[in-house]
């Protein structure tokens, strides 16, 4: 397993922009498809994005498709969130997971390292 720690959140203006930040150690982290969700109060889990092992594949939900772009550096150990254009709604705690394979993946059920959030807030 891979030790996940996100970083990068904050408070920011509607149509700001943030980038979330998750480091990992461990020598087989380029092993791991990686993938970013969120959870706002009193709402379930959500997806917001996925990435595969090498990065040549990703995946985004829907209500972040032009805004926000997942990348990962793997000399690094690092996955990034590059959020833009933020919204209200994307207010949330964000969680970035890891799991061992070489696509993307979209269901939190398939993760099975977890770091420890970081809370997003935009305000209108």
């Known amino acids: 397993q891979v030790p996940l720690v996100e970083s990068g959140g904050g408070l920011v203006q509607a149509g700001g922009s943030l980038r979330l930040s998750c480091a990992a150690s461990g020598r087989t982290f380029s092993n791991y498809g990686m993938g970013w969700f969120r959870q706002a109060p009193g709402k379930e889990r959500e997806f917001v994005a996925a990435i595969s092992w090498s990065g040549g594949s990703t995946y985004n939900e829907d209500s972040v498709k032009g805004r926000f772009t997942i990348s990962r550096d793997n000399a690094k150990n690092t996955v990034y969130l590059q959020m833009n254009s933020l919204k209200p709604e994307d207010t949330a705690v964000y969680y970035c997971?890891?799991?061992?394979?070489?696509?993307?993946?979209?269901?939190?059920?398939?993760?099975?390292?977890w770091g420890q959030g970081t809370q997003v807030t935009v305000s209108s």
């Open positions: 997971a890891a799991r061992p394979g070489s696509r993307y993946y979209t269901r939190a059920a398939e993760y099975s390292v």
